[in-house]
């Protein structure tokens, strides 16, 4: 859905009636939202020590700041099944919040600190009453830039899983507006670009009361780019890591970062055009920590200015994002659909003169003697055809290796539509 539709996308400038006048105050209604109060019963996706036992009081127990009738509409019928996961959470980002104050109690418990520090029910601080998670999830989904799907326990309907979070689009400042402080109307409420921009910063702030909540994040099969340079912040923090990619996978994208870059990616990671392109999902979910410093001893240096110049330490709370790769997600797809499209130049398809070129001085001339006496130029063009060679050995070595091991162990899915897949389908506990 494309947020650019005449006067209604030029803010005070079009004279919309949806629109304000720049530098018009507007009242906004008083009206946090709480956040997640319910009983997860499963322990969800590995495990990730948790240094506290109590949490965010939040009611009512049924609330979902996700649950809409624009989200049912829009979202697929099918959605992942997990079972038996392998794969272990790996710690992504880590932001600090706030120092622990001295009237802050219990000092050692980083949930009821921060039931201390934020408004109740709440896991960030607000720029405004009125943006709560759900005012910034209403701006992601008016724009068409996500669909949500809570994933209930089959059991008991008030019982979230997880939720999933497919990528449709990236609304750039250019297709919002002409200025991003130019706004546009949610629900009733407005939003600028600062605002949209935010909104996928505090997108994944929602817990439950254990604190196992989760995200099966990919990109939808629709989505084709182009991605915005501040993406790339949002991918350092929420992405993909290479740490959890299976080697299988890695050589696909050597493999792919190789080729010709894709339309608009200059600064974009590889990683993040892989996973837009071929739709790879991840796992993602946090928890608070407190970070308690190590008191020392200041060994005097005979230095006033060293002394005066010590700063000083105190405890912290910060949110850890853990990110882990998805077991059941069929790698030899992708393998597939890479080489299809990027394959592979092998011996017989080079012509005789770019033959000879890439292959250099035959062996019997590669002597010491010879090699000698060749010049600098010479020496960089045999160096460079040796260095192609043993990456061409190397990588049709691991696909033959691949192809034994893995030939039999999943089952074909469609190139089409990655969702379409009979390992995308209901589960009673998708990630137990």
């Known amino acids: 859905m494309s947020v650019r539709g005449g006067s209604s996308s030029r803010g005070g400038r079009g004279g919309s009636s949806s629109m304000i006048p720049r530098g018009t105050i507007v009242p906004h209604p008083v009206n946090p939202v709480q956040a997640l109060d319910i009983?997860?019963?499963?322990?969800?996706?590995?495990?990730?020590?948790?240094?506290?036992?109590?949490?965010?009081?939040?009611?009512?127990p049924t609330f979902d700041p996700f649950r809409s009738s624009e989200i049912s509409k829009t979202v697929p019928s099918f959605y992942p099944s997990f079972n038996q996961p392998k794969s272990d959470y790996i710690e992504n980002y880590e932001v600090n919040l706030f120092f622990v104050e001295s009237f802050m109690s219990p000092k050692n418990d980083p949930v009821k600190l921060a039931s201390i520090f934020?408004?109740?029910?709440?896991?960030?601080?607000?720029?405004?009453?009125?943006?709560?998670?759900?005012?910034?999830?209403?701006?992601?989904?008016?724009?068409?830039?996500?669909?949500?799907?809570p994933i209930y326990d089959n059991k008991d309907s008030t019982k979230i899983l997880y939720h999933s979070l497919y990528i449709k689009q990236l609304i750039s400042q250019q297709e919002f507006s002409?200025?991003?402080?130019?706004?546009?109307?949610?629900?009733?409420?407005?939003?600028?670009?600062?605002?949209?921009?935010?909104?996928?910063?505090?997108?994944?702030?929602?817990?439950?009361?254990?604190?196992?909540?989760?995200?099966?994040?990919?990109?939808d099969h629709k989505f084709k780019g182009p991605i915005p340079l501040w993406f790339t912040v949002?991918?350092?923090?929420?992405?993909?890591?290479?740490?959890?990619?299976?080697?299988?996978?890695?050589?696909?994208?050597?493999?792919?970062?190789?080729?010709?870059?894709?339309?608009?990616?200059?600064?974009?990671?590889?990683?993040?055009?892989?996973?837009?392109?071929?739709?790879?999902?991840?796992?993602?979910?946090?928890?608070?920590?407190l970070i308690t410093p190590v008191k020392s001893t200041v060994v005097s240096t005979g230095?006033?200015?060293?002394?005066?110049?010590?700063?000083?330490?105190?405890?912290?709370?910060?949110?850890?994002?853990?990110?882990?790769?998805?077991?059941?997600?069929?790698?030899?797809?992708?393998?597939?659909?890479?080489?299809?499209?990027?394959?592979?130049?092998?011996?017989?398809?080079?012509?005789?003169?770019?033959?000879?070129?890439?292959?250099?001085?035959?062996?019997?001339?590669?002597?010491?003697?010879?090699v000698s006496k060749l010049s600098a130029t010479e020496l960089k063009s045999l160096m460079a055809a040796i260095s192609s060679r043993v990456t061409d050995l190397e990588e049709a070595s691991d696909k033959a290796s691949n192809e034994d091991s893995n030939g039999s162990s999943q089952n074909s899915v469609s190139n089409a539509d990655p969702y379409n897949s009979q390992l995308f389908q209901d589960a009673q506990d998708p990630f137990a």
């Open 39 to 60: 009983v997860n019963r499963y322990q969800v996706l590995g495990q990730i020590p948790r240094p506290f036992n109590t949490v965010l009081a939040s009611p009512p």
């Open 234 to 289: 949002w991918w350092a923090r929420f992405g993909a890591s290479s740490t959890i990619i299976p080697d299988q996978l890695k050589a696909q994208i050597t493999h792919f970062s190789k080729q010709k870059p894709l339309p608009n990616s200059d600064g974009i990671p590889v990683l993040l055009q892989f996973c837009s392109k071929y739709k790879i999902p991840w796992i993602l979910k946090w928890q608070y920590n």
């Open 178 to 219: 002409d200025h991003p402080s130019d706004l546009h109307l949610v629900n009733t409420s407005h939003f600028c670009y600062y605002d949209y921009m935010e909104a996928w910063n505090k997108i994944f702030l929602h817990q439950n009361l254990n604190f196992s909540h989760s995200w099966f994040v990919q990109f």
């Open 118 to 149: 934020f408004p109740s029910g709440w896991h960030f601080i607000p720029l405004a009453p009125y943006k709560s998670l759900t005012y910034y999830k209403d701006i992601l989904i008016q724009t068409g830039s996500i669909v949500i799907k």
């Open 303 to 370: 230095s006033i200015e060293a002394i005066i110049s010590q700063h000083s330490q105190a405890s912290h709370v910060s949110r850890i994002f853990f990110v882990k790769w998805w077991d059941k997600f069929n790698i030899d797809r992708i393998v597939g659909q890479v080489q299809k499209e990027f394959p592979l130049v092998t011996q017989s398809q080079v012509c005789p003169k770019e033959k000879k070129a890439i292959e250099g001085p035959s062996s019997s001339s590669l002597s010491i003697s010879s």
